[in-house]
């Protein structure tokens, strides 16, 4: 069964360097996101990309961050100087072009730990 | 704006005890969709159901069943007979556009299902 593949599974960077997370998507899906979850807590929509540029981002989502899609199956999220708030877990997801049944696949989450 | 309440935080039970976890969300749309995610230990969300605000009928899916309210703007969701299995953390969630590409996650309710 396809699925979104995230590296790393966790990632422990120090405070103000900068860190990017990676994800396959499925492959014939068009639609990317990135959502975040600080432990113990609700986990939160970050950034939508289609056809190559942001169409929707939440206010978590500021100057620090950054998605690109540098190759056909590639989706990262750059921070660009991490800092100790960013600590979370961050969900890559994907989907198809837009219809009525469609849903989001989720990754299995990179744990990012500031330092 | 869009808002999802579990009011329950953590909920335990003995194994084959049914359980209901609660679910409110308020919208100002009138179409949008409903979802419930389940996070086990392991931390990667897994898709249980979507539901779109048309659609009232209960739903069931072998030991989980759905029970959709539009007059009270809920979406419970009960584990018949729950299992050790079942203990995760479970999220309901609202997206406006049935693509997921925007949702709006609750608090989260921790069920742990004991012997």
């Known amino acids: 069964e396809p699925e979104v593949t995230q590296t790393p599974s966790h990632q422990v960077t120090q405070m103000g360097q900068e860190v990017i997370l990676r994800c396959v998507p499925i492959s014939n899906h068009l639609y990317f996101y990135w959502y975040r979850q600080i432990l113990g807590q609700k986990v939160e929509f970050l950034v939508s990309f289609y056809n190559n540029e942001i169409s929707e981002k939440s206010e978590i989502f500021d100057d620090q961050f950054s998605v690109e899609r540098p190759d056909g199956s590639n989706f990262t999220l750059k921070i660009r100087s991490t800092k100790l708030e960013d600590s979370a877990m961050y969900f890559c997801?994907?989907?198809?072009?837009?219809?009525?049944?469609?849903?989001?696949?989720f990754g299995q989450g990179t744990r990012l730990t500031v330092v | 704006a869009q808002k999802v309440t579990q009011a329950q935080t953590e909920i335990s039970v003995v194994e084959k005890e049914d359980v209901t976890l609660d679910c409110v969300y308020e919208t100002r749309d009138t179409t949008y969709y409903l979802f419930w995610y389940k996070q086990p230990p392991s931390g990667e969300l897994v898709f249980l159901i979507r539901?779109?605000?048309?659609?009232?009928q209960n739903e069931i899916s072998g030991r989980y069943s759905w029970n959709f309210q539009k007059s009270t703007s809920s979406f419970n969701f009960t584990i018949t007979a729950s299992q050790v299995v079942d203990s995760a953390v479970y999220f309901c969630a609202l997206d406006p556009t049935g693509t997921a590409s925007k949702l709006t996650f609750g608090t989260g309710t921790r069920l742990q299902v004991t012997l």
């Open positions: 997801a994907s989907s198809e072009p837009q219809g009525v049944n469609t849903e989001a696949f």
């Open positions: 539901r779109n605000s048309f659609d009232e």
